[in-house]
């Protein structure tokens, strides 16, 4: 049976794990990660899917990826784990491919149920890194249209690695968030955020919910650090 606070709080974990998922360490170091900071949705990026299992944890309604990579020896995208039972919505896939890795970037859009039967959409994103700025601009147009189709639910959450290095990219983001009615977390711990000049790559965005709590947190596995936000749904929803 759920309480009250069951219903109306959840937690996101987001993390870039540089290729590192799927394998005993890993899980190992999530385990951890998971008992200090209870996680009901997991959003990864650079996931690995190896012999077409996502993950091992327990309690994952659902588990689903979106590809930028396919290799004989695993497949790599963003990653979306969930508690809470899900649907997919939208696979994408950047339409230009980065200088000198010649590698796409992925999104994933799901629409997830929480127990007391409100639905939360949650794009995980992975933004293409290595062009000029016209073919960054036109691709966070791609996934602002995307994202239009979820701008009707009353909550939505975008988190991901936005590779957002420069004042240009990170001017961009914030003003189409803006306009799509999206806040950015503020972290605790901001420091421990991958960044490049000040400028960090990591965020997590949200609409109609409420921020209780928003932090990085320290672990070695991983070039990036896991971001760590939880919400609650305001009370004029539930």
């Known amino acids: ?131 000029w700025h016209a073919l960054f601009e036109k691709e966070i147009e791609a996934i602002v249209n995307m994202l239009k189709e979820a701008s009707c639910t009353p909550h939505l959450i975008v988190a991901g690695d936005f590779n957002t290095w420069s004042r240009k990219r990170m001017d961009l983001l914030e003003r189409e968030m803006e306009h799509l009615g999206l806040l950015r977390a503020k972290l605790q711990s901001a420091h421990l955020v991958k960044s490049i000049g000040r400028r960090m790559l990591d965020h997590i965005y949200y609409k109609g919910v409420e921020l209780k709590y928003a932090t990085a947190i320290d672990v070695s596995l991983s070039d990036h650090n896991p971001i760590y936000a939880t919400f609650e749904l305001k009370r004029d929803s539930i």
């Open 1 to 131: 049976m759920h309480t009250k606070k069951d219903i109306t709080k959840f937690s996101i974990l987001c993390w870039n794990v540089q290729k590192r998922s799927g394998n005993y360490r890993f899980e190992t170091v999530m385990r951890k990660i998971l008992q200090d900071h209870p996680a009901q949705i997991i959003a990864l990026q650079e996931g690995r899917r190896k012999k077409g299992s996502l993950c091992r944890l327990e309690g994952l309604a659902y588990a689903k990826m979106s590809c930028n990579i396919q290799a004989p020896f695993g497949d790599f995208g963003v990653v979306t784990l969930s508690t809470f039972p899900g649907e997919t919505l939208r696979l994408y896939r950047s339409g230009v491919r980065e200088a000198g890795f010649a590698t796409r970037k992925s999104a994933l859009l799901t629409r997830h149920t929480l127990p007391g039967g409100q639905t939360l959409h949650l794009l995980n994103l992975h933004a293409i890194n290595f062009v």
